[in-house]
């Protein structure tokens, strides 16, 4: 994925495609993969602000540009909101197991 063009090369967006699951062998575990994951949300929603801001203040930025930043991130979010809904309903489930 190309950055988005008018944004800092440290605003980069993180590709889609690496938020897949690594192999066994790499030893990540599943609460690291969760933990990259929403940093890398976290680092969408930040570039998506900066895209706003730059807008607004007349930076030198393209709207359309703007736009998929601020779509990307709302994407991105609203996928890790519904997998930590997911986590929660599978814990829930665990704890009215009757042992």
Same mark, same amino acid.
């Given at each position: 994925m190309t950055p988005i063009q008018g944004i800092q090369a440290s605003t980069q967006l993180p590709a889609i495609g690496s938020l897949?699951?690594? +192999? $066994? /062998?790499?030893?990540?575990?599943?609460?690291?993969?969760?933990?990259?994951?929403?940093?890398q949300v976290n680092s969408m929603q930040q570039a998506a602000d900066q895209a706003v801001e730059k807008l607004a203040t007349g930076g030198d930025?393209? +709207? $359309? /540009?703007?736009?998929?930043?601020?779509?990307?991130?709302?994407?991105?979010?609203r996928l890790m909101l519904q997998v930590r809904n997911k986590i929660i309903q599978a814990y829930e489930e665990i704890q009215a197991i009757r042992v």
């Open positions: 897949q699951p690594q +192999p $066994a /062998e790499s030893g990540l575990s599943f609460k690291d993969f969760l933990l990259e994951s929403i940093r930025i393209n +709207p $359309a /540009e703007v736009l998929t930043a601020v779509q990307k991130a709302d994407i991105a979010f």
